[in-house]
């Protein structure tokens, strides 16, 4: 115990003599765990970030959409305006509720109307007739006042339930509630405020094709009965009228463990309607999610070897600085070799040295990559804000995640990589003569 601590006093008491020539040669290891960490953390925390937009939209749901093919295979006259036919029917829908009973819900969507108008205000329409128990299969939550109810559709009332930014937009001013609205030509009253969904511009937003926040629910019965299934658009100039009888289908199974199985089942019935599958997309969150996991996963180890090239680099910094030591101080090992130091005393003293170097340089990339990671979480979306930057990134969050496995791998790496590179030069100063170390100048 007395050797080891005389052992080590002495390391660190070299190491002090040389404040500047320490910090720089531990800047390696400083560095490479530092980036160890925060590429990691920016790998977790896109990994966490897509991970719940998926679950926002239900682990146990499967999502039929309706997707517009090429407009060349579904033009039906003139050039100034034509019809396009496209996307999930009824009949797909009734065959579904038909074979799939077993199922917990199987809930429509259909996309009525092109604008939305209140006042002067007008916004693109992503109004859709839907069922209540759309509010239970996509985890919808209420703001404020309710959401569409079986007395509003038995009766085929004009009412709606908005998302939280046309909220936003259209009533910045007053209470939502009560308040009067247009889609298209038909007037709505808002009975309910819908929470912020939380898929805006992530991995959810890009699966279902659009920001859920700016949707509007109205019952389906008045979808039907006052918008039918064309939707006209102008377009550059032209007429472009889309028959479209519905929009999305949810379709919850009862747990995540049949939920493949469903998928399955639904991909062959619709096969039925839509054999080349070229106007129909079939979502399942859950093969996302597991496929988004084992691809985190790849990024991690990939962004992790990258990073650990630092730490390569640190080590050979050590081993460079530590080879100069022992020339400088051959003279010094001589004397000790003299008065009875053997040669595992000498390579003690190197590798406490080397280890001390690393290991406090560990810990100063592990204070370093934490601090940093949390710089870019809630500093950088700001900075990127600014006019100087503004249009140059598309970067509304950056969220990280630092991981307890990334501090300890990345602080353990370092501590070997100091000891293998020093184990070399220590090495080469206890194989010193020890006449010729004390000649030496």
């Known amino acids: 115990m007395t050797f080891l601590l005389e052992t080590m006093k002495l390391g660190l008491g070299n190491l002090r003599l040389h404040m500047l020539r320490s910090v720089l040669t531990s800047l390696g290891i400083i560095l490479g765990v530092a980036a160890v960490i925060v590429m990691v953390s920016i790998g977790e925390g896109n990994k966490q970030a897509a991970l719940r937009d998926i679950q926002a939209l239900g682990a146990t749901n499967i999502i039929i959409r309706s997707i517009k093919p090429p407009e060349s295979n579904n033009v039906t006259s003139g050039q100034r305006a034509f019809m396009a036919r496209y996307g999930i029917r009824r009949d ?59 007395v509003d559709m038995a009766t085929s009332q004009p009412v709606a339930v908005i998302g939280s930014e046309v909220a936003e937009k259209f009533f910045t001013t007053v209470d939502p509630l009560g308040e009067v609205f247009r889609i298209k030509d038909q007037a709505f009253k808002v009975v309910g405020v819908l929470k912020p969904v939380g898929l805006a511009g992530g991995t959810g937003s890009a699966l279902v094709g659009r920001d859920l926040n700016k949707d509007v629910h109205v019952p389906m019965t008045t979808a039907e009965a006052q ?127 080397t280890g001390s170097l690393s290991a406090v340089g560990g810990l100063v990339g592990i204070a370093v990559g934490v601090g940093f990671a949390a710089f870019l979480e809630h500093v950088l979306p700001w900075i990127l804000k600014l006019r100087l930057f503004r249009g140059l990134f598309d970067l509304k969050t950056l969220e990280t995640d630092v991981t307890m496995w990334s501090i300890v791998v990345s602080f353990c790496v370092a501590a070997f990589v100091g000891l293998v590179f020093g184990i070399y030069p220590a090495v080469v100063a206890s194989r010193q003569d020890p006449i010729v170390a004390l000649r030496h100048d």
Not at 115 to 121: F, I, L
Not at 296 to 309: E, Q
């Open 92 to 150: 797909d829908y009734r065959r579904l509720q038909e074979h799939m009973s077993f199922a917990s819900f199987i809930v429509p969507l259909k996309a009525v109307g092109d604008e939305m108008y209140y006042r002067d205000k007008r916004l693109p329409s992503q109004a859709f007739g839907t069922t209540p128990q759309l509010q239970q299969v996509a985890n919808l939550r209420l703001e404020s006042g309710r959401y569409i109810t079986d």
């Open 227 to 353: 918008f039918g299934d064309i939707i006209m658009r102008r377009v550059a100039g032209s007429m472009t009228m889309e028959e479209i009888e519905l929009s999305e289908l949810y379709l919850a199974s009862p747990s995540t463990e049949e939920v493949i199985r469903d998928a399955a089942m639904v991909r062959q019935l619709v096969h039925v309607g839509h054999p080349d599958f070229t106007d129909v997309q079939v979502i399942v969150p859950w093969e996302l999610l597991e496929t988004a996991k084992k691809t985190a996963l790849v990024w991690n180890i990939v962004l992790t070897f990258i990073a650990s090239i630092s730490l390569l680099v640190g080590g050979i910094g050590i081993m460079n600085i530590m080879l100069a030591s022992v020339t400088e101080r051959t003279r010094e090992i001589g004397i000790r070799r003299a008065l009875g130091a053997t040669r595992k005393h000498i390579i003690a003293q190197f590798l406490v040295e």
